[in-house]
Structures are given as C-alpha cells and as structure tokens.
C-alpha cells in the first residue's frame, strides 16, 4: 500500500522561488500546493489539509503575517514558516510571536530550507517513551505554565524563561524540547555565567587545530554540538557585550565560524534562555544589547516562584521524599511539619526545598518527619553570620544592596544624588535597583 505523500502549502507571488520550493519539495517526497497570494493561500488551506506551510513575507494582497493569523484563528493545525528578504529579521520575529514555526531569509538555502522541513515533519516514534513529568502541580500558576510550555513546543521561535533562582527553567526548557520536533536530537545547556571570556568564542562556535595555544585538534562548538536540536542559554545576562554581538550574528544567520575557519558552516539549533535578572533593565541600563534581546525574547514564559504554589507543596515533598528515600520507604511528614513546609518563604524556591527535605531524609531517625526535623530557617536569619558558606553571587547582591540602600538614606531618596555617592550614572543605579529589588 503506498503512503499518501504530506502536503505542503507554499505562498510565494515570483514564480521563480515558487518553482524552485516546488522541485526542492517534490525531491523530499512531498506533496507541494503553490498559491501567488494571501486570498489563494486561504481558498488552498480551506480546500484541503496540510502538514506544512510556507509562506513569503511580501504578497500582491497583503502580507505572509496575515496568512500565519488566518492559521490560527482558524484553528489550523498547520505549521508554518516565513520566508524574508535579507535584512528584515523584525519581520520575521512578528510572524513567529503571531504562530509561525519558523523563518528563512531570502536568497533561500536549500540546505537551511531541507532541514526546516524536516525538523517541522520528524514525528515521533510510536515506541518512544513518553518523556518523564518534569514540571507539577494543580495550581492555577503551574498549569498555566504547563499550557505554554506545549504551545512553544510547537514552534521553533526562541524562548525567553524568565523567574527567580531555582523556580524550574532548566526544566520547562527540557519539557519544551521534549514535546516538541526535535525531541530526538541533542539538548545542550549552558551556563553562559561560568566560561571565562577568553574562552567563550571557541566553545561556542569551535575551533580548526592550531587556531591558538593548546587547540590541538579540531573541536565543536556548543552550535555543532546542538545541531538539530536544542541550545539551552542559562544565565544569558552574564554574557559579555562583544560575545552578544557575535551571538547575534550566529543565530541571526544560522552560521557560525569556527577560530582558526576561513568559512561560516550553516548551524540548525533552536534557542532557548534564561535568566533570573531584569534583561530589559539591561537594555536600559546598557548591559544587554537591545537588538540581542528582542531575538531572545519572541516567545516569553515567566517561571512562578514556590511561594505562589503552596496548595502543591504536598506533592512536591511526596515526590522528593520517595526520590530520597530510595529502597528503604519514604519517611511521612507529620502535620505540624507539613504546615511548616507550607508556611515557608523559600528565597531558593525549588532548590530550597530540595535540600530542605533531601538533609531531613539523611539525618531521620524516625520514620516520621516533625517540624524540627526540617531545621527551617527563620525569617528573620535568612542573611548569614560572616564568614558562613554563602554563595559568592549571593554576598556581593547583599553587599551591593546595603550599600544603596545606604547612599538612598543618606540622600532622602534622591536617586541622582545617590548614583553620584556610589559613583554611577543614573541609569546604571536604576538598573542595579531593580535587579536587587530595592524599592
């Protein structure tokens, strides 16, 4: 029995690039449907149904965004990508924040154009288990979460996480890689915060053999290394200004070029970041480049911290608790400590609690586990005595807060004279006061 071919709608009103997606198409064993404007693209999706469409930026009638809307008013369960000339990425950002999958520039790279089209079509192998839960909870905050989190999985647009330390947004990334196309190719998480500077070309993009001292062989990048499939940014604040520029390029162009290469080779990774400071306090401030971030941030989703998940906090230790318990049966919270646990404030969020239950499992000696069990910090010694084991991030955030806070004091407030104090532009102090949160 043959396979019906899948069909793919492409809109394009020059009937050279029309052609030449058609043959390109037609190699890859596909069905193409051709359509010159945005009312034919529209008859052609009543028509029939499609498994892929393509769509130019620039119609006789309109414009390729209206076609990506019809889609999804419609309730079209199509995938579409856009097709833009050089130089006009912005465009291609609007469609995807609108629906669209994807987006290639014009002249169109029939490598770029193959690899789209199958990262759109790959379905998943029926024998593929399903992947594990990484993200829980009833609460109104985390199944908001987790409808977004399919919706982006969807599409091959960046994502932007955004939330407080140790709220998930290492997970929800690998849950959007995980139900989306590239399910089946590498996930790569960085932590832009811990490569040296000197260092960050080479692993990002690679190096040929003998590009400097100690490269003796030709190595990947994080980019080749991800080919396919996810590139996961953490931190992506803490990336200096000259290597936003080169990130910008590489994910622009969807090229990079190795240290020591004469050539740019073509890279297929989807981007994800994340950060827990303010990037467009950033912008602002000049910290972050505003052409960088409004790349990174087509598709938002912003991580709730603990505090506004206490009806799932049960859920949450029952899990963590079986996870450390392992053979010997998970120890059962006594009432008192469940009301302890539900009551807290969490600063660290997920990670706090994690290590909250992970240290009360070692050190039981019941199988049951009261409030003192749990050694809870009060409110009030949340900041630690000198000389205690304190993150160095975290240290230099409470010293640079008191010092503001102080120079805000000794001004009455008066944020001009306040920068003036700390010795800072006034645009510097608001950035580092909203980082810090200091009202």
Known sequence: ????????????????????????????????????????????????????????????????????????????????????????ADNAVR?????????????????????????????????RPAPQPRLLGESPAIQE?????EKLARSQAAVYISGESGTGKEQ??????????????????????????SLMESEFFGCRKGAFTGADADRDGFFQQTQGGTLFLDEVAELPLAMQVKLLRAIQEKAVRRLGASQEEAVDA?????????LAAGVEAGAFRQDLYYRLNVLPLKMPPLR???????????????????????????????????????????????????????LAAAPTLGRDDLQLTPPAEHAPEPGSAEPLQDYLDRVEREAIVKALDATRYNRTQAAKRLGLTFRSLRYRMERLGVK
């Open 95 to 127: 469609a995807m924040k609108a629906g669209a999958f994807d987006y290639l520039q014009k002249p169109v790279s029939l490598a770029q154009l193959r690899s789209l089209v199958k990262s759109a079509l790959r379905v998943e192998s029926p024998s």
């Open 308 to 362: 506004e998940l206490r009806d799932d906090i049960p859920l949450f230790a029952q899990r963590l608790l079986q996870r450390y318990a392992g053979d010997d049966g998970a120890p059962q919270l006594t009432a008192d400590a469940l009301r302890a646990l539900q009551d807290y404030a969490y600063p660290g969020n997920f990670r706090e609690l994690e290590n909250i239950l992970e240290r009360a499992v070692a």
């Open 172 to 197: 929800a990334a690998r849950l959007i890689h995980e139900l989306g196309p590239r399910a089946g190719r590498p996930f790569v998480a960085v932590n832009c915060g811990a490569i040296p500077e």
């Open 270 to 278: 989807r981007i994800i970041c994340a950060t827990h400071r303010d």
């Open 1 to 88: 029995m043959t396979k019906t071919p899948l069909r793919v709608l492409v809109v394009d009103d020059e009937p050279d690039i029309r052609e030449l997606l058609e043959l390109t198409l037609a190699k890859m064993g596909l069905a193409p449907v051709c359509a010159g404007s945005v009312a034919e693209a529209r008859s052609a999706l009543m028509a029939g149904p499609f498994d892929l469409a393509l769509t130019d930026m620039r119609l006789p009638d309109g414009e390729g965004l209206e076609v990506v809307r019809h889609i999804g008013e419609a309730g079209l369960d199509v995938p579409i990508a856009v097709l833009t000339a050089y130089g006009s």
């Open 145 to 149: 979460v987790l409808r977004l989190v």
